[in-house]
């Protein structure tokens, strides 16, 4: 009886320090908060210029946008680069435009408050093309 008592005080024990260890681990632990974004680009006037929208109005606002140039070889050339307005919307003037495939990239953000942090994610946009 006595062994029987002693086991289970001690299946007690290890399963008490168990749920400490795993509730300090939680009080720790940093919540990540994923929020998509999608970037739109238009190349009619003024070239280049576009929105950022989100579900997360503050992922949309004070975006970093990147404006590019392919190239042949495969890589692209940064031809700008802007912040988006508290609506969303950017532009780059390209000038002098020439012919090719452009591209618009709005970069990741985090911000974290209180154990959260909040990821807005990366987007690009659709290759437009400028004969």
């Not at 618009?104 to 154990?115: D, I, L, N, P, Y």
Request: aromatic share 6%; glycine share 10%.
């Amino acid at each position: 009886m006595r062994t029987s008592m002693t086991r289970n005080l001690a299946i007690a024990a290890g399963l008490t320090l168990a749920f400490g260890a795993l509730t300090a681990g939680v009080a720790g632990a940093t919540n990540t908060v994923q929020i998509d974004s999608t970037i739109k680009l238009r190349n009619s006037f003024p070239a280049f210029h576009g929105k950022v929208t989100s579900p997360n109005q503050a992922c949309a606002d004070n975006r970093l946008v990147k404006m590019f140039k392919k190239k042949r070889s495969g890589g692209r050339k940064l031809l700008g680069k802007t912040h988006t307005d508290v609506n969303g919307k950017w532009e780059v003037i390209v000038d002098p435009l020439s012919s090719g495939a452009y591209l618009a990239v709005v970069k990741q953000r985090e911000e974290g408050t209180a154990g959260t942090i909040f990821v807005c994610l990366r987007d690009k946009s659709k290759i437009v093309g400028v004969d």
